[in-house]
């Protein structure tokens, strides 16, 4: 059974540094084509997928969003953390972890998702 | 980037009706792309990848069709669970998700 759970601050100020933790279960990430992504949803807005690492370490960024986005994974923790600079109120979103089990797939599997706000 | 446009954005139809919703893209993506439902509150929920193959578990009365720029997802039979937003979203080019359609009770 796969399982993702997102993870961090609830609320964060403007300017701070967020770091969420995505910790998941039933797959590993050291799995050929498997890889993990960071989505996000503004409250009554659309889905934006934020970046997503694969099995060899390669990793894909937002293109807005590039420069203010770090995603690293710890194989042997089952984690993928996902780190964005320079938060602002326009960030407030529910985030979630999301999972494909090759690339040929869509976002199979997803956490729950973690509500982020920001302010001050 | 690949922009994905969902039509219409709000539908509004009853139960045991057939309904479509349409995405188009920006530029050629295959088969590449896929369907999600998502109701208040919730992650949303895989329906169909690869344009037309339904995700286990999803029922039949689901399906999805199209290559290149022009996609459908087809609702027969529309259930009352089936109420909820459709969102398409594409992974030939880095990921990109349509702006979502509501389906709403008639």
């Known amino acids: 059974q796969i399982t993702l759970k997102e993870s961090g601050p609830t609320l964060v100020k403007p300017t701070q540094t967020l770091t969420l933790t995505c910790t998941f279960s039933?797959?590993?990430?050291?799995?050929?084509?498997?890889?993990v992504g960071w989505i996000r949803q503004p409250p009554g807005k659309a889905l934006e997928c934020l970046a997503l690492?694969?099995?060899?370490?390669?990793?894909r960024y937002s293109t807005s969003l590039r420069s203010r986005l770090t995603i690293t994974k710890d194989t042997s923790k089952n984690q993928v953390v996902l780190t964005m600079t320079n938060m602002d109120p326009v960030d407030t979103a529910t985030y979630y972890c999301?999972?494909?089990?090759?690339?040929?797939?869509?976002?199979?599997?997803w956490g729950q998702g973690t509500l982020v706000a920001v302010s001050s | 980037d690949i922009q994905l446009t969902q039509s219409p954005s709000t539908l509004s139809a009853s139960a045991g009706d057939r309904v479509t919703i349409t995405c188009r893209a920006s530029?050629?993506?295959?088969?590449?792309l896929a369907w999600y439902q998502q109701k208040p509150g919730k992650a949303p929920k895989p329906l169909i990848h690869?344009?037309?193959s339904l995700e286990s578990g999803v029922p039949s009365r689901f399906s999805g069709s199209g290559s290149g720029t022009e996609f459908t997802l087809t609702i027969s039979n529309l259930q009352p669970d089936d109420f909820a937003t459709y969102y398409c979203?594409?992974?030939?080019?880095?990921?990109?998700f349509g702006g979502g359609t509501k389906v709403e009770i008639k």
């Open positions: 039933g797959f590993s990430l050291s799995t050929s084509g498997v890889s």
């Open positions: 690492i694969y099995w060899d370490d390669d990793k």
């Open positions: 690869k344009a037309s």
């Open positions: 999301t999972h494909r089990r090759e690339t040929a797939d869509g976002f199979a599997y």
């Open positions: 979203q594409q992974y030939n080019s880095y990921f990109s």
């Open positions: 530029q050629s993506i295959s088969t590449w």
